[in-house]
């Protein structure tokens, strides 16, 4: 027997209760209450219950009006519709009694067929629109859940092969956001509109796209990292910015821009000791320091393959105490500031575990406020943006299975490739899909997938695929996602499909990055330091020199005319250095703009460095340039490589001590020089 529908009849005579009641209790279980206090009493007990309330607008105690205005409190209003009965034929009654969410409106004396076609036509109305709005939350739960997926995506195409949590990348944005706000609220030292606020949150997500470039034996170390290790791990910040200064139509996009300068500079710290450029204080753009104090409080509270969690308060500790290098004092009263309420915001705001009822609950309140629409459709499509971004210059072909919609949903890139769909419906039964990938090999996938556990949720193997024709390799690499947080049901997969041939090229290809600076092109120190060590050890019978030199005032040129023009100069500085130096010869950027030539000699040495001395003396633009250069010799001024640079170290010094714009060579009397000095402190 079908349940019948539950009313509340609400007014303080009998006669008209009696009446109504007469009127529905054949359809309907019908509820009487005498007075407005009684109404909200049995609303506030049964609600859920009920399916719509005649009320009497003149009523003692608490009238209609009172009644209408607690149920609009409660939000009892979205659920219930109400149809107002009385006497009164007023327009301003009954206008107010609309404009307090009445649906409907009954004048005495009762018809009773009027009275049962509303009640019907009411409950209809509202039974049919909270089956539209229960589809319409479903959808947009499905497209919040999706929405949270594409940033987990997000974070497993740069963070992969790292052992970092998948959530890193949400964190980092939301950390952001909130640093950027309670920093506007308490100073106007760093204007910006919610556009430009909106920008850098969504940049930030790029901020270790250079992590790709890294060795995984280096990301997924467990230990300490050794110095050279750290070097290479070191270069992930510039060729990060590389990457997206690579970007087609880079000039155009504001966020290509805003992600470059934050790939580039969030591990530079705010008094100059941090890293690829050494920049201090507010020569670091404000959208790579906040980044900067994200990454290292994400970094703290969260598992690392080389750490364990630190708690919210003992994270704080150490940033405030300068543990983990200096920040900006406006950006650390702010973390001061949001510190109390940081932590649960973080569990709020990520959605981390929350239930599909409460998921669905959140959803139906914002469609009931009316602010679901767009801004879920807004999130939505910043996520699509950036996964499709992403997954453009990745090269990969990437997908995701849902099982509990049975869909494969592809990369456009990795589609294209393969000839697919980009919606793929029940692959098991998709014949396109095994004209590529044999069926074999799928149901293998699938069966590691499904052996795969928390502790080791990273499934893959190596299948041939038939590309457009023709048979190629390629390497699969992917995770089940599981509901909740124990791996109680498996719901999907993500991975991704990567050509064996062409990952060899690009492996080869960020070997040869990992080995240049990525401003200059030319060697970083640490490969200048190798290739010099690998040529000191054959050629213990040769002479060689090693040439250290900076910039005078670089400094200005940032001042004056901004960080980009500052680039184009140690670009311009390092093609002339090219142009005068040989083949053989060892050019490096070993630091901001500080360079390294590295040269073997047979009889004079001095030519050769007044020819590079004199060809970086000159004009860029309207900037000039002079250099301070210092020369140490092998075997006479060093036996090692180490013994080399720091008298080289000690001579440029010795250059800049006394005027700059000028070459020394070592000597016995610089000695002394940089005693209580560190290479830091020149």
């Known amino acids: 027997m079908e349940k019948r529908h539950t009313l509340l009849i609400v007014d303080d005579t009998e006669m008209n209760r009696s009446l109504l009641a007469d009127m529905l209790v054949t359809d309907y279980e019908v509820l009487e209450a005498s007075n407005g206090v009684q109404a909200v009493a049995m609303l506030n007990k049964h609600h859920d219950e009920i399916a719509l309330v005649l009320l009497d607008i003149v009523m003692p105690q608490m009238d209609g009006f009172e009644v209408l205005t607690v149920m609009n409190k409660n939000g009892w209003i979205h659920d219930t519709p109400v149809i107002t009965i009385s006497a009164e034929t007023s327009s301003s009654y009954i206008d107010h009694a609309y404009d307090l969410g009445a649906t409907d409106y009954i004048s005495r004396p009762f018809d009773e067929k009027t009275v049962q076609r509303r009640v019907r036509n009411t409950i209809m109305l509202y039974s049919k629109q909270k089956m539209l709005e229960g589809m319409v939350a479903e959808q947009i739960v499905e497209k919040e859940k999706n929405n949270f997926l594409m940033v987990e995506i997000l974070s497993n195409i740069v963070e992969f092969r790292n052992g ?55 990301l997924n170390k467990p230990g300490k990292l050794t110095a050279q290790e750290f ?131 959140l959803t139906s309140r914002m469609i009931a406020s009316g602010q679901a629409s767009s801004r879920t459709l807004a999130l939505l499509e910043q996520e699509r943006i950036k996964y499709q971004f992403f997954a453009s210059m990745s090269n990969e072909i990437q997908f995701e299975i ?120 030319l060697y970083n120190h640490m490969s200048a330091r190798k290739a010099a060590q690998e040529a000191l050890a054959v050629g213990q019978e040769k002479h060689f020199a090693l040439i250290l030199f900076d910039l005078d005032f670089f400094k200005d040129a940032n001042d004056q005319y901004g960080h980009m023009f500052g680039d184009q100069v140690l670009q311009h500085v390092a093609q002339t250095v090219l142009s005068n130096t040989r083949s053989g010869d060892i050019a490096a950027r070993i630091g901001g703009d500080e360079f390294l030539i590295f040269a073997e000699y047979k009889e004079e040495i001095e030519p050769f460095v007044q020819r590079i001395f004199h060809s970086l003396q000159g004009k860029f633009q309207d900037f000039q340039i002079t250099v301070s250069m210092g020369v140490s010799l092998f075997p006479q001024n060093g036996a090692d490589y180490e013994g080399l640079f720091h008298t080289a170290d000690q001579a440029l010094y010795s250059a800049k001590k006394n005027g700059r714009a000028q070459y020394h060579f070592y000597n016995e009397s610089m000695h002394e020089l940089l005693s209580v000095l560190s290479p830091m402190d020149n």
Request: hydrophobic residues 40%; proline residues 4%.
């Open 164 to 218: 970092e949590s998948g959530l890193h990348v949400l964190h980092i944005r939301l950390i952001t956001e909130i640093l950027l706000r309670q920093l506007l609220k308490i100073t106007d030292r760093y204007p910006m509109t919610s556009s430009q606020l909106s920008l850098i949150v969504n940049a930030s997500a790029l901020h270790d796209i250079g992590k790709i470039s890294i060795p995984e034996a280096i």
């Open 231 to 361: 070097e290479v791990m070191k270069t992930h910040s510039a060729i990060g910015a590389q990457i997206l200064e690579n970007a087609p139509y880079r000039q155009n996009v504001e966020l290509v821009r805003v992600a470059r300068d934050i790939c580039r500079w969030h591990h530079e710290r705010y008094d100059g000791r941090g890293y690829p450029d050494s920049l201090k204080g507010e020569e670091i753009p404000i959208s790579a320091q906040v980044v900067a104090l994200a990454d290292v409080y994400d970094a703290l509270t969260n598992v690392r393959v080389y750490k364990p969690a630190f708690s919210h308060a003992t994270a704080l500790n150490m940033i405030l105490n300068g543990e983990c290098g200096a920040f900006n004092p406006i950006l650390l009263d702010c973390l001061k500031r949001v510190g109390p309420h940081l932590e649960e915001e973080l569990k709020i705001r990520s959605l981390n575990g929350i239930s599909d009822v409460e998921s669905w609950q």
């Open 402 to 521: 849902d099982r509990r919609t049975d869909i494969l949903t592809m990369s456009q890139w990795g589609a294209s490739q393969l000839g697919l769909s980009e919606l793929i419906v029940h692959p098991e039964e998709d014949a396109s899909l095994f004209q590529v990938f044999r069926r074999e090999d799928y149901l293998d996938l699938q069966k590691r997938l499904n052996q795969a556990t928390p502790e080791n949720p990273i499934a893959g193997g190596v299948y041939c695929l038939q590309v457009k024709g023709q048979s190629r390799w390629y390497k699969a690499v992917a995770r089940p996602l599981w509901l909740g947080e124990e791996p109680m049901e498996v719901i999907g997969f993500i991975g991704k499909f990567i050509d064996i041939h062409e990952e060899h090229m690009r492996l080869t290809q960020l070997r040869r990055m990992a080995e240049q600076d990525s401003l200059t092109q």
